[in-house]
């Protein structure tokens, strides 16, 4: 069987969402107003916060998603490092990376 990788991060994020929970993991998404900003998000980290906090009995993770190409921006990377260094889980996971997303979220069962 082949599986078509997604075509947009949208369709990237609906792959995820449904394993994680599939996997048990309870999700969160913030969406987004424009490009940029976060829906009702204040503060320092709001631009750059992860497209998912993933969360079960072992553990809580942050994930961006990304399409395969596409790099983080300045502000990613910002929040990227403070949740890091505040000892988080932190992936970018592209569509290529799907084997290894699977792999994490069935680890954490």
């Not at 993770?61 to 502000?75: H, I, N, T």
């Not at 910002?78 to 290894?100: F, I, M, N, T």
Request: glycine share 10%; charged share 20%; with cysteine.
């Amino acid at each position: 069987m082949t599986t078509l990788l997604p075509q947009n991060e949208t369709e990237w994020q609906k792959v995820v969402t449904k394993a994680a929970v599939q996997l048990g993991w309870e999700w969160l998404h913030i969406g987004r107003v424009g490009k940029h900003r976060a829906n009702g998000a204040k503060g320092t980290l709001g631009t750059g916060w992860p497209d998912l906090v993933l969360v079960n009995q072992s553990g809580l993770m942050f994930v961006e998603l990304k399409m395969d190409g596409e790099q983080l921006s300045e502000q990613q990377k910002h929040v990227r490092s403070c949740l890091l260094y505040a000892g988080a889980e932190y992936h970018v996971w592209r569509p290529s990376d799907l084997a290894q997303a699977l792999d994490r979220l069935a680890a954490g069962r």
